[in-house]
C-alpha cells in the first residue's frame, strides 16, 4: 500500500512544508524593533518561511497528483556517479560545529569557520583564498545584520 503513493518526490515535498512551518514558528518568538525602513528583524524569515510553506503545499499537491522529478540532464553531471557521502558527512559536521560554537565563538569567528570549511568540504582548491573570502563574508553579515536590520548576533571571544 506504501508502494503505490509514496516516493521520494514526495518526502523531499514534506521536508520542505516542515522546514517552514519551523521558520515561520520560530520567527514568531522575535522580538525587536524594526529598522528605521520599517523593515524589522522578522521580514526576511517570515517571508522565507512562508515562502517555504507554500513551495511546500504545492509541492506536494503536485506529488500527489502524479508530478515526478526530472532526472538530471546537465552536461558537467554524472547522474551515475555514487553519492559523495564524505562531502555530505564533512558539510553536515561543519554545519553542526557552527551551531554549538556560535555562542562560544560569536558570529564573525563562527561564521567564517563555517564558511571556509564548508568550501574546504565541497573541493576548494585555493585554501587561502577560501579563508580570505570567508572572513569577508563573516565581517559583511555581521555589519550587515547589526548595522542594517538592527539584529544583535553573538559577539564571542571578541566581545569580550
Not at 514568531?28 to 507554500?54: N, Y
Not at 503545499?57 to 556517479?81: C, H, I, Q, W
Not at 555581521?142 to 542594517?148: D, Q, T
Amino acid at each position: 500500500m506504501i508502494g503505490r503513493w509514496w516516493r521520494p518526490e514526495l518526502g523531499l515535498a514534506a521536508v520542505v512544508l516542515v522546514l517552514g512551518v519551523l521558520v515561520v514558528i520560530g520567527t514568531l518568538d522575535v522580538s525587536a524593533a524594526a529598522s528605521q525602513l520599517g523593515v524589522g528583524p522578522r521580514f526576511f524569515p517570515m517571508l522565507v518561511g512562508g515562502a517555504m510553506v507554500l513551495i511546500g503545499l504545492f509541492y506536494v499537491a503536485d506529488v500527489l497528483r502524479g508530478g515526478r522529478g526530472d532526472p538530471e540532464e546537465s552536461e558537467d553531471v554524472d547522474a551515475e556517479a555514487p553519492t559523495d557521502w564524505r562531502g555530505v558527512l564533512l558539510v553536515s559536521g561543519v554545519f553542526l560545529a557552527f551551531a554549538a560554537l556560535l555562542d562560544v565563538l560569536g558570529w564573525i569567528i563562527g561564521a567564517s569557520l563555517l564558511f571556509f570549511g564548508v568550501s574546504v568540504a565541497l573541493g576548494a582548491e585555493h585554501r587561502l583564498r577560501a579563508a580570505v573570502v570567508a572572513v569577508v563574508l563573516g565581517v559583511t553579515t555581521y555589519l550587515l545584520f547589526v548595522n542594517g536590520l538592527g539584529v544583535t548576533l553573538p559577539g564571542g571571544v571578541l566581545a569580550r
